[in-house]
């Protein structure tokens, strides 16, 4: 069963940074495009950032100037670098892509990001 598959999640220091990464669960397979929702306790799922095939990307206006969503072409991933972290960015990220060779958009089980103040 193909899935996708966070990482990087962690507790960081307001100001901090992280790297999130989304790569397919079997190593053989590439995201071509896709992005990172993310989720608080009491709110609604965000979409935090996307990126295309061809490299366009989109930000949440909360999360512009401090995110950078890339596609890695070597390893096949969606990066997430997050920078200068907020409390408020403290959420479950997921990622959401495209897999080459599949019709079908594909989620994964989620990252939990904790920003401490």
């Known amino acids: 069963q193909v899935r996708l598959v966070e990482s990087g999640g962690g507790l960081v220091q307001a100001g901090g940074s992280l790297r999130l990464s989304c790569a397919a669960s079997?190593?053989?397979?590439?995201?071509?495009?896709g992005g990172w929702y993310r989720q608080a306790p009491g709110k609604e799922r965000e979409l935090v950032a996307a990126?295309?095939?061809?490299?366009?990307?989109n930000y949440a206006d909360s999360v512009k100037g401090r995110f950078t969503i890339s596609r890695d072409r070597a390893k096949g991933t969606v990066d997430l670098q997050m920078n200068s972290l907020k409390p408020e960015d403290t959420a479950v990220y997921y990622c959401?892509?495209?897999?080459?060779?599949?019709?079908?958009?594909?989620w994964g089980q989620g990252t939990q990001v904790t920003v401490s103040s």
């Open positions: 990126i295309t095939e061809g490299d366009r990307t």
């Open positions: 079997r190593s053989i397979l590439s995201i071509n495009a």
């Open positions: 959401f892509g495209r897999i080459v060779g599949y019709a079908l958009e594909f």
